[in-house]
């Protein structure tokens, strides 16, 4: 185990060295947001790496997405108030804001990583330089933000209605004049949810890392082989209660999160591994998967959904072809369009198209007039 902890540390240092500058614009700031909403009673019990493989079988089952599904769910409450303190970074003073909420197993620190050299893979940065403001956050649980319970707290509705006060936060108190919602991968979703709620007061969504439904999601469950955080590193995640959830080790997270080998470096998944990763709570993909399928005509803003080809759990590492449903399934949306083709895998921020990623991202955000 100690040989096994210098190593990480060794590689860890390589890959992270020193972040770059952060853009004078940006500050980070902590938002206090209330929400009262209904939750998901999870029955699942999660003390030791024995119950991560149990539930992991009961979410890979065939049948794990039917009404009659083995979803640890017994039933939902009453709504429920909480306060939570939403850790973030604000870059700009108002205009054309963009929202970015990123998914399981990483923090906001996947929207502008902090390895050296890594301008090219940061879209705050692009963002930025595209004259746009950027409100980019830690999910609740994650990062800078409130620890919280992982089973009655970090449940998806929950986490929909923290968005929903961040848009609100982002007109109200930062200035914006508009505002699109940039997700990834579970992020997505809740992008999808907060556009779904907020309708007029959302204008275009962009959505990496999905396909709008879990047909290939149960490689991803499967290839991530869930450990219980605090025992698979309690240096960094000792504090945390046993129903947050990570990735096996370096090379499970790569087969999930990355492509084809040359089209991504690997100091680059060193750091996804070692530094940027985060824990992910266990109530969040049974409330996911029991929230679904979400109302995609209701949202009538324009959506782009930008995709690596090679995305395990959105398309089963191909995605060509894939996508074209989504245009019937987005139907109120002022407009839909799909890139299915890019050399990526799942966390497309993190491979070498990147640029060119974020530019397509840009270029639709300008047709559709933010």
Known sequence: MFANTIL???????????????????????????VNVPRFIV???????????????????????????????????????????????????????????????ESKDYWRPTFDNAEKYSFVDAAVAAGY??????????????????????????????????????????????????????????????AIDKKTAIDAVVLTGFAG?????????????????????????????????????????????????????????????????EPFAVGELPSLIASSPLDFAAITAPVLVLQGQFDLSACGANCVGLLEPLKSQFAGAKTVETVDDLPAGHNLNLHKVAPQAFQMAFDFLKRQGV
């Open 213 to 277: 439904n879990f047909t290939y999601f149960t490689p991803f469950l499967a290839g991530s082989g869930f450990r219980v955080a605090r025992i698979q590193n309690p240096a960094r995640w000792g504090a945390l209660d046993p129903g947050y959830l990570t990735t096996a080790d370096l090379y499970a997270e790569t087969y999930v999160y990355f492509g084809q080998e040359h089209d991504f470096e690997r100091r680059v998944a060193e750091w996804s591994y070692y530094q940027g990763s």
């Open 133 to 194: 403001s950027v409100l980019s956050y830690d999910r609740i649980g994650v990062g800078s933000s409130s620890k919280v319970d992982a089973l009655s707290d970090a449940q998806f509705q929950v986490e929909a209605a923290v968005l929903d006060s961040l848009v609100d936060y982002a007109r109200d108190k930062a200035s914006a004049t508009k505002v699109a919602l940039v997700g990834h991968s579970y992020g997505s979703y809740l992008s999808v949810a907060s």
């Open 8 to 34: 990480a540390l060794s590689l860890a240092a390589t890959a992270s060295a020193w972040p770059h500058p952060t853009p004078s614009s940006c500050k980070d700031i902590t938002i206090p947001i209330s």
């Open 43 to 105: 029955n699942a019990t999660v003390h030791d790496n024995w119950d991560a493989v149990a539930l992991s079988l009961n979410l890979t089952r065939r049948d794990f997405s039917n009404p009659t599904d083995p979803l640890p769910i017994s039933g939902m409450t009453a709504a429920v108030e909480s306060t939570y303190h939403i850790g973030a970074t604000l870059c700009g003073k108002g205009g054309p804001t963009l929202i970015l909420t990123h998914g399981i197993i």
